[in-house]
């Protein structure tokens, strides 16, 4: 019922700048976060940057100051903007919410590659 899509991912150079796009369908309930994930090969899945209902923010220290969080007014879209980025970056992006109806949900990924 719930559905995640994430979208904007794609190959670019250090330095350049992406957008993801995740929207969000389905009767998801009171959303308490959204958030944006990634997993590169061999390593766990990781926090990338986090938005609460209150209008909190946290980002991973590697992507603070280049990577921004933000959300639509119905809170059925969620976007990182990503600049500057790195060969580190590299990584399959997934975006999250957290409701108080279905506690996690997660989208596919987009695949983010940044190499020259």
């Known amino acids: 019922q719930v559905q995640l899509v994430e979208s904007g991912g794609g190959l670019v150079q250090p330095g350049e700048s992406l957008t993801l796009s995740c929207i969000i369908s389905g009767n998801i309930g009171s959303i308490v976060a959204m958030g944006w994930y990634r997993q590169a090969p061999g390593k766990e899945r990781e926090l990338v940057a986090r938005?609460?209902?209150?209008?909190?923010?946290d980002y991973a220290e590697s992507v603070k100051g280049r990577f921004t969080i933000s959300r639509n007014n119905a809170w059925n879209m969620i976007y990182l903007q990503m600049n500057r980025l790195k060969p580190e970056d590299t990584a399959v992006y997934y975006c999250?919410?957290?409701?108080?109806?279905?506690?996690?949900?997660w989208g596919q990924g987009t695949q983010v590659t940044v190499s020259s």
């Open positions: 938005l609460t209902r209150g209008g909190n923010t």
């Open positions: 999250n919410t957290r409701s108080v109806l279905v506690y996690d949900s």
